[in-house]
């Protein structure tokens, strides 16, 4: 098979990998928090342990300023699969935009040829 060829067909397969992982890619980090309610005589404010963990995305906003929200217990699962989706699907664009390069360079190598 050729490298172009070879070329082709894992571009082929990134593209399918991408629009899977696009379904349910989940843009932020993750991170867990523990907290105080609002509640004085609760055993978190008297020393006891906190509650929590409580999952939490934070994420740059649209003004470049970090933004978030915490995570209901009921979509913790898929925001978790989301957060490691969204890390696979930049992979798989840096390797398309990899193969995309190698082409057009090929492309124009082979056209300064003839």
Do not use: D
């Not at 928090?33 to 978190?44: A, D, K, L, N, V």
């Amino acid at each position: 098979m050729s490298q172009a060829a070879e070329a082709s067909a894992r571009q082929q397969k990134l593209l399918s990998a991408i629009e899977r992982l696009a379904q349910v890619a989940v843009f932020g980090s993750l991170s867990e928090t523990y907290r105080t309610c609002g509640q004085p005589g609760c055993h978190c404010h008297q020393g006891g342990p906190k509650h929590g963990p409580h999952l939490y995305i934070s994420y740059r906003g649209e003004q470049g300023k970090t933004t978030g929200y915490y995570v209901p217990k009921g979509a913790e699962e898929a925001t978790r699969g989301g957060v490691a989706a969204w890390r696979q699907l930049q992979e798989c664009l840096r390797e398309l935009a990899k193969i995309n390069k190698e082409r057009n360079l090929r492309r124009a190598r082979e056209a300064e040829a003839r």
